[in-house]
């Protein structure tokens, strides 16, 4: 009988453990802003990030879409207002921790890159979030390198130098050099840029798929085009001027009006079956 209530007080510790990770926000910010160099990038931005939610952030150039995830991911840090992210409130927690919970996939990172690396050790230096590998690598951190280039489709690459790979072919080692530490969240930011059309639905199924993993991460897309938004993403956010203008399911953010405000010209949003199109009218 003492066993059989330890094991129900057990279960029920650990039940109750799972019910409030899944109550805990992903992300949430609460009235951020942000100001440099006497410039307000950002004012006055509440969001909120459940479990099980994907995001497209849109917005014009100079919206403040990257100040926002930089914020997010701790690279920055806000002149007014709250983060917390993954459970924790940042300047209360290690954010040197954080940022290993937290993938960050950018076109910035290229320019860093060695490459000359092969594709497999450019995701593998994901695992000590360093720009080359400076340590010995074990087979066992080998073989997650390995894992996480099949979740994107790269395996027949791994020994292929990184600047012999497609433009589409190196952004999405750059998924999987995020994917090494299995992130909680992942964030995208304008993943599809630069790509030919063929290049950019290959990039999108296979964000698809990984969206439909069950253990997928909570991922967020920075994006300028609504043709890029997947049946995978559940949620929109639309910025202008540092503001948001939307913030909610994305059938209820994507309207005429709200594109039309974040672009300045007057907008149509088109639907073609589960993807969405943008027309400039007048």
């Known amino acids: 009988r003492r066993n059989d209530q330890r094991a129900a007080l057990m279960y029920s510790e650990i039940?109750?453990?799972?019910?409030?990770?899944?109550?805990?926000?992903?992300?949430?910010?609460?009235?951020?802003?942000?100001?440099?160099?006497?410039?307000?990038?950002?004012?006055?931005?509440?969001?909120?990030?459940e479990r099980g939610q994907h995001w497209a952030l849109l917005g014009a150039n100079g919206s403040g879409?990257?100040?926002?995830?930089?914020?997010?991911?701790?690279?920055?840090?806000?002149t007014g207002g709250e983060v917390f992210v993954l459970g924790e409130r940042y300047g209360a927690c290690d954010l040197r921790e954080m940022r290993r919970r937290i993938g960050w996939v950018s076109s910035s990172l290229l320019t860093y890159l060695p490459t000359d690396d092969t594709a497999l050790q450019v995701a593998a230096s994901g695992l000590y979030a360093s720009l080359?590998?400076?340590?010995?690598?074990?087979?066992?951190?080998?073989?997650?390198?390995?894992?996480?280039?099949?979740?994107?489709?790269?395996?027949?690459?791994?020994?292929?130098?990184?600047?012999?790979?497609?433009?589409?072919?190196?952004?999405?080692?750059?998924?999987?050099?995020a994917l090494v530490h299995r992130p909680a969240l992942l964030i995208l930011d304008e993943p599809c840029?630069?790509?030919?059309?063929?290049?950019?639905?290959?990039?999108?199924?296979?964000?698809?798929?990984?969206?439909?993993h069950p253990e997928a991460p909570t991922l967020?897309?920075?994006?300028?085009?609504?043709?890029?938004?997947?049946?995978?993403?559940t949620h929109a956010m639309i910025l202008r001027a540092g503001r948001t203008l939307a913030q909610a399911p994305k059938t209820e953010a994507l309207r005429d009006e709200h594109l039309s405000a974040a672009f300045g010209r007057p907008c149509r949003l088109e639907r073609h079956g589960e993807r969405y199109g943008?027309?400039?009218?007048g």
């Open 15 to 49: 039940t109750t453990h799972a019910e409030k990770r899944m109550a805990t926000p992903v992300v949430e910010l609460r009235n951020i802003s942000y100001v440099r160099n006497a410039n307000r990038i950002l004012e006055d931005v509440s969001w909120r990030i």
């Open 65 to 78: 879409k990257t100040s926002l995830l930089k914020v997010v991911t701790g690279y920055e840090w806000p």
């Open 132 to 177: 080359g590998i400076y340590r010995d690598v074990t087979d066992e951190e080998w073989a997650v390198a390995r894992e996480a280039l099949a979740r994107v489709n790269m395996s027949r690459f791994a020994d292929r130098r990184y600047r012999l790979l497609s433009q589409g072919e190196q952004q999405r080692v750059l998924i999987a050099r």
């Open 193 to 212: 840029a630069g790509l030919d059309p063929a290049a950019r639905e290959n990039l999108l199924e296979d964000l698809a798929r990984i969206a439909a």
């Open 220 to 233: 967020v897309m920075v994006t300028h085009h609504v043709e890029e938004i997947g049946p995978w993403i």
């Open 278 to 281: 943008l027309r400039i009218v």
